[in-house]
Structures are given as C-alpha cells and as structure tokens.
C-alpha cells in the first residue's frame, strides 16, 4: 500500500469508527444495558490505526459510564460497520475491561 493509500483509507478507517462510537443513536443500538438505570451517561473512545502484515487495522478503545453494566453486541456491531464501510471481510476482536 503506498503512502498516500494508507492515509485515505486510514481516514476513512477513523471516520468510520468515529461515526459509530461518536453517536448515541448508533451507540444506543449496538449496547444492552444490564439494569433499567443503566443508560450510557458517558462516553469516550480514542483510535488507533496502522498498517500492520494483516493489512489496515483499526483499534478503538471505548470508555462508557453507566449506572448499569454496559454490554457490547458484537454481532450487531460487525454487521453495522460491514455495511458501513468499503471493507466486508471486516473482522471484529473485543475485549472487555471493568473499572476498578
């Protein structure tokens, strides 16, 4: 991939994640919150984009305050960026981290 080709589709790497976990619609539709109390007061993400033997690799980090505990669907997740984005073999890893 040359310079100027990773620099577009990074770009639109981080739009695209931005575009998800940047909106409370979107972040709304991809969470299930364990009690009633528990809608999303907060939320934070930071992302990281690199080009690696895997090819472009997108890692976004999401901080999310909540009365309740949060949890991500994966499967609505995947298929929410795979028909958001120029990348169907779009592979989704998460891992979860609890607040101390």
Known sequence: MTPD????????????????FGNADQL????HNKSPDGWITTA?????VAHDEFGLVGRIV?????EGRVILDKSKLSALLRATSEWPALKIEKRQ???D
């Not at 709304?28 to 969470?31: C, E, L, Y």
């Not at 934070?44 to 990281?48: A, L, M, P, T, Y």
């Not at 999401?62 to 909540?66: K, P, R, Y």
């Open 5 to 20: 080709a990773y620099k577009i589709m990074a770009g639109k790497m981080v739009n695209l994640l931005h575009s998800v």
């Open 28 to 31: 709304t539709a991809i969470t």
């Open 44 to 48: 934070h993400s930071e992302v990281q």
């Open 62 to 66: 999401v901080d999310l305050e909540a």
């Open 97 to 99: 981290v609890d607040a």
